[in-house]
């Protein structure tokens, strides 16, 4: 038999002579300045505090676990082996409830043992625990709301800072909730956790669920995106879903040959190989540019072809960017110098109304209209862009502005009252901001994207700070400066690249 108990004194008293030699030698204290970050979470088990103990703990564990079951075993003796089974459950808590329970669908049971992990999970609860119970939910077809409430009670009561388990945990129940939306956008954040408090366990768990319902929507080059995209943990249900992408965008790897290899690869094979069959006896044909409009009738005077074009467009869920300033180029034609003389014969004999008025009424209609149509940017479409165009997407823009500093002035405002948001709302406070700057960035130029960074680049880093110091939400004031740094790389702002990489490097 192995000498269990010889190795774990002697692990013991290794780890003790060298605590004494390091008080012998007078080890200095860490310059502040040069601290090396040790998060929450942990980037390797290495970086725990309390990893010795925790080998410790699982050595001895270990070897009452083989011992009693070896015992019970060989003598037949009922009581030790079910002792010895339970010690091995002790030992490998979170692999049972991750690989095990959450699989089947059993929430509270996965919750509960994953909480007494002292490895994956021990510095990260009860987000973890929350998270493999809502991983498990997401197994289900129907969940019971009661038990959605449950592990949301049990995530919202957390007195611990926020961390990126805690996200996908309600990124999770968004979805086991029907709120396919914000669950996306909950999960997708993820990626703005430093590494070391959204490890690859957590990460993994929302790059599959993502790639799993773009596939599910047929959105496949949502899917390849994911597979492809770095940030993201590799995993073999990530590359099989990449692979039939690829399959279904008409790319011509991977071979049939390929995609069955991804398969054997693959957890859950009883349940993919119908969809793998499919795949691989598809023919993917790269998606065709969408149709043009229609072409109106010729007997149409100016304002016919706009109505009818409008109409048309009514028909698509999302018209191209061409189709759009197709319509508005037939309104400008219809709107012209014949539609007001003809209003202006009218109201002269009919002895009233404001020719002018009338047509300016029928602009504003028609940019409301065509404006929550337009794309982000209008750079590829050909031609000078019609006056309509231009003021609905200017008048998109300031209302984007507007919202956007509103928004800002509100956060800003509730840091100067030290007024505190539960932690989970906090975050979709940050989500919601986040959002209105990215499509600020994106319906316009350069210069726009340097306004919209203008407007939130030193109240949102004060807002981090204020996180930082006084919230104690360590990990989400270090995603908000990750945000901001990045920004300012891409607009070349030197200054707030420095201040928000120096606050990134604080501990967490």
């Known amino acids: 038999m192995v000498p269990v108990g010889a190795i774990l004194v002697a692990v013991v008293l290794g780890l003790r002579a060298l605590n004494a030699a390091q008080n012998r030698q007078g080890t200095p204290a860490t310059v502040a300045a040069a601290t090396v970050p040790v998060s929450r979470g942990s980037s390797t088990f290495w970086q725990d505090s309390g990893a010795g103990g925790t080998i410790v703990f699982q050595l001895i564990l270990s070897g009452v676990a083989m011992g009693l079951t070896g015992v019970g075993m060989e003598s037949g003796n009922g009581t030790a082996l079910t002792a010895g089974l339970a010690a091995f459950y002790l030992l490998f808590p979170g692999w049972i409830a991750r690989g095990i329970l959450a699989p089947l669908g059993f929430v509270r049971l996965a919750y509960f043992t994953a909480s007494l992990s002292r490895v994956e999970w021990r510095r990260d609860k009860p987000g973890g625990p929350a998270l493999v119970a809502?991983?498990?939910?997401?197994?289900?077809?129907?969940?019971?709301?009661?038990?959605?409430?449950?592990?949301?009670?049990?995530?919202?009561?957390?007195?611990?800072?926020?961390?990126?388990?805690?996200?996908?945990?309600?990124?999770?129940?968004?979805?086991?909730?029907?709120?396919?939306?914000?669950a996306r956008d909950w999960l997708d954040s993820v990626l703005m956790f430093d590494p070391r408090v959204a490890?690859?366990?957590?990460?993994?768990?929302?790059?599959?669920?993502?790639?799993?319902?773009?596939?599910?929507?047929?959105?496949?080059?949502?899917?390849?995106?994911?597979?492809?995209?770095?940030?993201?943990?590799?995993?073999?249900?990530?590359?099989?879903?990449?692979?039939?992408?690829?399959?279904?965008?008409?790319?011509?790897?991977?071979?049939?040959?390929?995609?069955?290899?991804?398969?054997?690869?693959?957890?859950?094979?009883?349940?993919?190989?119908?969809?793998?069959?499919?795949?691989?006896?598809?023919?993917?044909?790269?998606?065709?540019?969408?149709?043009?409009?229609?072409?109106?009738?010729?007997?149409?005077?100016?304002?016919?072809?706009?109505?009818?074009?409008?109409?048309?467009?009514?028909?698509?869920?999302?018209?191209?960017?061409?189709?759009?300033?197709?319509?508005?180029?037939?309104?400008?034609?219809?709107?012209?110098?014949?539609?007001?003389?003809?209003?202006?014969?009218?109201?002269?004999?009919?002895?009233?109304?404001?020719?002018?008025?009338?047509?300016?009424?029928?602009?504003?209609?028609?940019?409301?209209?065509?404006?929550?149509?337009?794309?982000?940017?209008?750079?590829?479409?050909?031609?000078?862009?019609?006056?309509?165009?231009?003021?609905?997407?200017?008048?998109?823009?300031?209302?984007?502005?507007?919202?956007?500093?509103?928004?800002?002035?509100?956060?800003?405002?509730?840091?100067?009252?030290?007024k505190e948001l539960p932690q989970l709302e906090e975050w979709r406070e940050l989500l919601a901001l986040r959002g209105l700057y990215r499509q600020a960035c994106e319906s316009g130029s350069a210069g726009d994207h340097s306004l919209a960074h203008s407007i939130i680049r030193d109240k949102l880093v004060n807002f981090g700070v204020w996180l930082y110091n006084v919230r104690v939400e360590k990990p989400v004031a270090n995603a908000v400066f990750r945000m901001l740094e990045a920004e300012a790389v891409a607009l070349g702002d030197s200054d707030s690249e420095a201040l928000n990489k120096k606050n990134g490097a604080c501990d967490l």
């Open 199 to 418: 490890p690859p366990r957590v990460r993994v768990v929302a790059a599959e669920w993502l790639a799993t319902d773009a596939a599910a929507r047929g959105d496949w080059k949502r899917v390849k995106a994911i597979s492809d995209n770095k940030k993201w943990p590799g995993s073999s249900t990530l590359t099989l879903l990449g692979a039939l992408a690829g399959r279904m965008l008409g790319e011509p790897l991977p071979t049939n040959a390929g995609l069955w290899f991804w398969w054997l690869l693959a957890p859950r094979r009883l349940w993919t190989r119908g969809f793998v069959k499919q795949a691989a006896e598809h023919r993917g044909k790269r998606q065709a540019p969408q149709a043009a409009l229609p072409t109106p009738p010729e007997a149409l005077d100016a304002m016919g072809r706009a109505t009818f074009l409008t109409l048309a467009l009514k028909g698509y869920s999302s018209p191209a960017a061409a189709s759009v300033v197709e319509v508005a180029r037939a309104w400008e034609a219809a709107l012209g110098s014949d539609v007001r003389s003809k209003l202006f014969v009218r109201a002269t004999l009919v002895g009233g109304g404001e020719p002018d008025a009338a047509v300016e009424e029928v602009r504003q209609l028609v940019e409301q209209a065509l404006g929550p149509l337009l794309p982000g940017k209008l750079n590829d479409v050909p031609g000078a862009l019609p006056a309509l165009i231009e003021t609905a997407a200017q008048t998109r823009k300031d209302a984007l502005y507007t919202e956007l500093e509103e928004r800002m002035n509100r956060m800003e405002g509730r840091k100067l009252g030290n």
């Open 134 to 182: 809502a991983w498990a939910l997401a197994q289900q077809e129907k969940p019971w709301p009661s038990s959605i409430a449950w592990v949301e009670r049990k995530l919202a009561s957390s007195k611990a800072a926020l961390q990126g388990s805690g996200v996908v945990a309600f990124g999770l129940l968004e979805a086991s909730k029907g709120r396919l939306e914000s």
